[in-house]
């Protein structure tokens, strides 16, 4: 589904990432984890678009991807959410759905502000279809209120939702888990788990090391910029170079 070929980055003289290379595979739940300054961030603002890596290739779905924006992305399928999670505070958690929605649709955001007749029947229908995913992430009740007000766990979900609603091939999450308690986590955890079982592919980078070994099919270790390991969540825990690494970590 994606796939990352020898990304290297450098930041003025220091190298936050080196020569790391691995596969997203489709319908998989693929977690990125490292210790303190490991370089995962760095990695998924690459593969979001934000940043332009020194170096290495990426391919969506075969396609090079390698320099391309986060528009062009979201055109092709993948989105991405944030640690510190970015919402319109002053609209509704309906209407931070549908913006999503309107971007897609025919009649697009000014005829639908201006009332046109047909504009009228596609709102309906994005209406419809916004509360749809807030069903699905467990957060219609909260449709009418303003998404500045949400509890964090709530907005979360509302930025989850969000995501979904653009129907994407790939989610990119950065730290789901942060900020979130252990009820929210774990139903979290089901959350992901449903998504990917709608067929959508995963990858996070998460710190809460029982959700990333409870969700995942497959994890990345990144340690000082390069690869460590790759395998299963058991492969993983059982790896001593893993092990080592995260011992060495005072986090
Ligand atoms: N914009 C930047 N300019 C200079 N150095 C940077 C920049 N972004 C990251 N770095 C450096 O790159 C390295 C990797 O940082 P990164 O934030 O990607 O790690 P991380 O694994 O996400 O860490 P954490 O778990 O603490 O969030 C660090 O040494 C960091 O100081």
Redesign the pocket.
């Known amino acids: 589904m994606l796939e990352l070929s020898a990304i290297s ?1 450098v ?2 003289g ?1 190298t ?2 080196k020569d790391v290379s691995f596969n997203v595979a489709r319908g998989e739940i693929t977690g990125v984890i ?10 998924f ?1 690459i593969i979001s678009g934000i940043y332009s890596q020194s170096s290495g290739t990426i391919a969506l779905e075969g396609k090079d991807v390698s320099r391309a924006t986060p528009d062009r992305l979201a055109r092709l399928g993948m989105v991405r959410t944030f640690q510190n999670i970015e919402l319109f505070g002053a609209m509704t958690v309906r209407e931070n759905v549908m913006v999503g929605l309107h971007s897609r649709s025919s009649s697009g955001l000014l005829a639908c502000s201006l009332k046109m007749p047909w504009s009228l029947r596609e709102e309906k229908r994005i209406r419809a279809e916004a509360l749809k995913w807030l069903e699905f992430t467990g957060i219609a009740d909260l449709a009418d209120s303003i998404a500045g007000n949400l509890p964090f766990g709530k907005g979360r979900l509302l930025e989850i939702a969000r995501a979904l609603a653009v129907e994407p091939r790939i989610i990119l999450m950065d730290e789901p888990a942060a900020g979130l308690n252990s009820r929210e986590t774990l139903a979290l955890a089901q959350l992901i788990r449903r998504i990917r079982d709608m067929g959508i592919t995963i990858a996070l ?1 998460e ?1 809460d090391m029982e959700l990333v070994m409870d969700i995942c099919d497959r994890i990345v270790v ?1 340690n000082l ?1 390069m690869k460590l390991a790759e395998g299963t969540p058991r492969e993983i825990q059982e790896n001593h170079e893993v092990i080592a690494a995260y011992l060495g970590d005072d ?1």
Do not use: R
């Open positions: 980055q930041f003025g220091v936050a990432l490292g210790p303190n300054g490991a370089g995962k961030t760095t990695l603002n980078v710190h990144l910029g986090d």
